[in-house]
């Protein structure tokens, strides 16, 4: 069959809605805790938030210029703006039947979350002192008529549009601008009213001299990504910070409003928004930032409502109180996030910053976070003495704010910071340290799947990897003199890099795979998966007889269980307690069969990002992964599968419950850490417990 067939591909949109879809359903599983499927509101709505700022924004600008074709499925922009229009209206009754549902039990737990015209009396007084002394100091009203033009309304504006008449019966309109600084919601005991409610309620407060016909709460979203001209930039951070800027003056992609809005109301948003009405989204009983609700998610009070937080073990051979690097001598180790702690990662830059043996510390920076205790360590050890030389990606998209302050930070205090390669985006996740030990250069090595960012590692899983192995350490060494030089030519001799290295590399140990026939076997666990080539070779590997598992968490354009192409292809994606990251490629009868990634299946990845792959030579370390793997193969709680059709089903639970979050938090919470060796014993009796019992 000609693997160029349309049919072969799914589109890659129309499979992130599907994505967002898993999320959602999250909410409706009664036997999570009621704020715990509330979370899942949460994130449905920031993913769809980032994903109306950059993929619906980009579709519209590929229409307007005209582009028919973007992908290997031939969808037209416009023919996906449609498909992706028709979809969410129809998964909003899903979304507010789930919030509703979750609010009624609730309030069998005394939590309410209410309108102002639903509340007691009892709450009034407190409710008007809460508005006159927080609230009305700080919103913005805003009259609208020939003197006063529609204001600039910044991407994710949010407020109220008002519908007004005069003593001389003259309709006029208004808006009312929320500030985000102002919490989303006001709370008085066990009550969470949404502001914007209270805004309306003492509207004619605000308005003074006006009878208020109607109004509605609304909000806005922009595209919001950036195009940089970086050959023509003298200073990239001044032009990131002119294109930061620049996000709040994008067209408008979407406007929300409440299905209680009047014609009137919509036509003067249509007017001054320049939007069409099929981008207009009305809500009805639920709150229109529904990534405001980790307000109620996080209030601490009510922490008994989500699942319980677990508490990642340092183990073997980092559970002593012991020099870090000295138990790197001794053995690599690799550590499972957030089953296995983060702390080594802190305490590897932290010791290296305050070790007088220490030389150079170099590492790359995607998203550290807001509050970076290894940007702290890395300013001290630049105040010590130390070579410093920091990589911090600018372009890292929605965290440019926070890595534009630890560069200029870090610069000033006299690191060597290098804001990225020009074209490319370094996505990469390396740290070295070199000390001077015994006269000698002794190099030692952290790798990882995830970000250097200590809050994100307790909800993400993903892969950390420390090594003195001294070609890893070379090739090291070579990869940040490619990242502070101007060579284009670099080749790494046992780690890989993108954009020369890992796909040609993939493609090679997929086709590897493929001539095993019947014999061959893949597990390619990765966040996406979209590239055509990548794709094309795993059909091939299928139609010679070897057998292929994915697990992907997200977009997947393969299409499964087609006969003479696909039908030796399982699909699964997992969404539960912890958001699944890592990128784990494994090829049964490769000489090293395992290898971890920064990189996802995706052209940007691959071609136009700068990644790192890393070969797990260890036998006892690589077993682990692939245990984990097979763990989450054998998952029936939170693992889907992908049809030929494009829908994912729930996998059937069988005799025996198995969530793999679940399994592995018991059994890492069960460990003695006794063993002067590395431990893989969690994951090791885990297996052999699976085993017997199937």
């Not at 702390?343 to 043996?357: E, V």
């Not at 307790?458 to 990897?465: E, F, L």
């Not at 682990?624 to 097979?630: A, R, W």
């Not at 059709?645 to 996998?651: A, P, T």
Request: charged share 25%; proline share 4%.
């Amino acid at each position: 069959m000609d693997l160029n067939l349309t049919e072969l591909y799914f589109n890659r949109e129309l499979s992130w809605l599907r994505f967002n879809s898993r999320v959602i359903s999250q909410a409706t599983d009664v036997k999570l805790p009621p704020l715990e499927r509330l979370k899942f509101i949460a994130i449905y709505g920031t993913n769809l938030d980032e994903f109306y700022m950059i993929r619906v924004a980009g579709l519209k600008s590929l229409f307007q210029a005209g582009v028919q074709e973007s992908g290997a499925d031939k969808i037209t922009p416009i023919e996906q703006l449609e498909e992706i229009n028709k979809y969410l209206h129809k998964e909003q009754k899903v979304l507010e039947s789930s919030y509703n549902h979750i609010r009624k039990e609730l309030e069998s737990e005394n939590i309410f979350i209410k309108d102002c015209h639903q509340i007691d009396e009892k709450y009034r007084d407190e409710l008007e002192k809460i508005f006159f002394e927080d609230i009305y100091p700080v919103i913005i009203p805003i009259a609208i008529d020939s003197t006063h033009p529609f204001p600039h309304l910044n991407n994710l504006s949010f407020g109220l549009a008002v519908k007004l008449v005069d003593k001389e019966n003259s309709v006029k309109h208004g808006l009312i601008r929320i500030p985000r600084t102002v919490p989303r919601f006001v709370k008085i005991d066990n009550l969470f009213i949404p502001i914007d409610s209270v805004v309306e309620h003492f509207i004619e407060e605000i308005f003074v001299g006006f009878d208020i016909l109607r109004s509605t709460t609304f909000r806005v979203t922009r595209n919001a990504d950036m195009e940089i001209a970086e050959e023509e930039a003298d200073d990239f951070l001044e032009i990131l910070e002119e294109g930061i800027r620049a996000r709040n003056k994008g067209n408008f992609v979407r406007l929300e409003l409440l299905k209680s809005t009047d014609d009137d109301l919509i036509k003067f948003f249509v007017k001054h928004l320049h939007i069409s009405k099929s981008d207009i989204y009305y809500y009805k009983n639920i709150p229109l930032d529904l990534g405001s609700l980790w307000q109620i998610v996080g209030d601490k009070k009510l922490s008994h409502l989500v699942l319980p937080s677990f508490q990642p073990k340092t183990l073997p051979p980092f559970d002593k109180n012991q020099d870090i690097f000295k138990a790197i001598e001794t053995q690599d180790v690799l550590l499972y996030h957030p089953f296995d702690s983060f702390d080594p990662i802190l305490k590897f830059i932290q010791q290296a910053s305050r070790d007088d043996n220490t030389i150079s510390i170099r590492m790359t920076l995607y998203r550290a976070g807001p509050k970076s205790p290894i940007v702290k360590s890395l300013l001290d050890a630049v105040r010590d003495g130390k070579q410093v030389t920091v990589l911090v990606e600018l372009k890292a998209r929605f965290d440019e704010e926070n890595n534009v302050q630890w560069a200029r930070m870090l610069e000033k205090a006299g690191a060597h910071v290098v804001y990225g390669i020009p074209k490319l985006k370094v996505h990469a996740k390396i740290a070295q340290v070199i000390k001077r030990e015994n006269g000698k250069l002794k190099s030692y090595l952290h790798l990882a799947t995830g970000n250097y960012n200590p809050s994100t590692a307790k909800i993400y899983t993903d892969i950390s990897y420390f090594t003195t192995k001294k070609s890893f350490t070379d090739d090291a060494t070579r990869f940040f003199h490619f990242l502070t030089g101007f060579s284009t030519h670099t080749k790494l001799n046992k780690l890989l890099m993108s954009p020369t290295q890992i796909k040609p590399k993939l493609l090679k140990l997929i086709d590897g795979e493929a001539k095993k026939g019947e014999d061959g076997y893949i597990i390619l666990k990765s966040n996406s998966l979209v590239d055509t080539s990548i794709i094309k070779a795993l059909y091939r590997a299928s139609q010679s007889g070897c057998k292929v598992d994915l697990i992907i968490r997200g977009i997947c354009c393969l299409v499964p269980n087609i006969k003479g192409v696909s039908e030796n292809i399982k699909v699964h994606s997992i969404i539960g307690k912890y958001l699944e990251h890592p990128r784990i490629y494994y090829f049964k009868n490769a000489s090293t069969p395992l290898y971890i990634s920064s990189a996802d299946l995706m052209p940007r990845n691959l071609i136009r990002r700068v990644e790192l792959m890393t070969p797990i030579e260890e036998t006892n370390l690589s077993t682990k992964i692939v245990q984990i793997l097979m763990l989450q193969l054998r998952d029936n709680m939170l693992r889907w599968e992908l049809q030929s059709d494009g829908e994912y089903i729930k996998v059937p639970i069988g005799d025996k419950m198995i969530d793999n979050h679940n399994e592995l938090e018991f059994y890492v919470s069960k460990i003695e850490n006794k063993s002067k060796k590395i431990t893989n014993n969690y994951v090791e009796k885990l297996a052999l417990k699976l085993l017997e019992e199937s």
